[in-house]
């Protein structure tokens, strides 16, 4: 298995930026698809965007598409969300996620839990 910390959430401006990271644990980081999602309250949990087990291939849901990107350091077990120009709508609690299988929007087997983004008018 793998234990999933995220990191990086916080207040921030409509407009401004933050850059979240998420650190794995064990040796076979690289053999896990990973993702991010997020949970507003009293929302259901919502995908966010997913990068493959090398960092070839990259998947976005169409909210975020253009403002935030995902990328990975397997040397350094870790996968990271850059999130620019972003919206009050953005609030929610965002999650890591580690999938043994390539999938986009399921599948996911582990989770850690959770850092809080909000954004302000």
């Known amino acids: 298995q793998v234990q999933l910390v995220e990191s990086g959430g916080g207040l921030v401006q409509a407009g401004g930026s933050l850059r979240l990271s998420c650190a794995a644990s064990g040796r076979t980081f690289s053999s896990y698809a990973m993702g991010w999602f997020r949970q507003a309250p009293g929302k259901e949990r919502e995908f966010v965007a997913a990068i493959s087990r090398r960092g070839i291939n990259t998947y976005y849901a169409d909210s975020v598409k253009g403002r935030f990107t995902i990328s990975r350091d397997n040397a350094k077990n870790t996968v990271s969300l850059q999130m620019n120009s972003l919206k009050p709508e953005d609030t929610a609690v965002y999650y890591c996620?580690?999938?043994?299988?390539?999938?986009?929007?399921?599948?996911?087997?582990?989770w850690g839990q959770g850092t809080q983004v909000t954004v302000s008018s």
């Open positions: 996620a580690a999938a043994l299988k390539p999938v986009i929007t399921t599948g996911y087997d582990y």
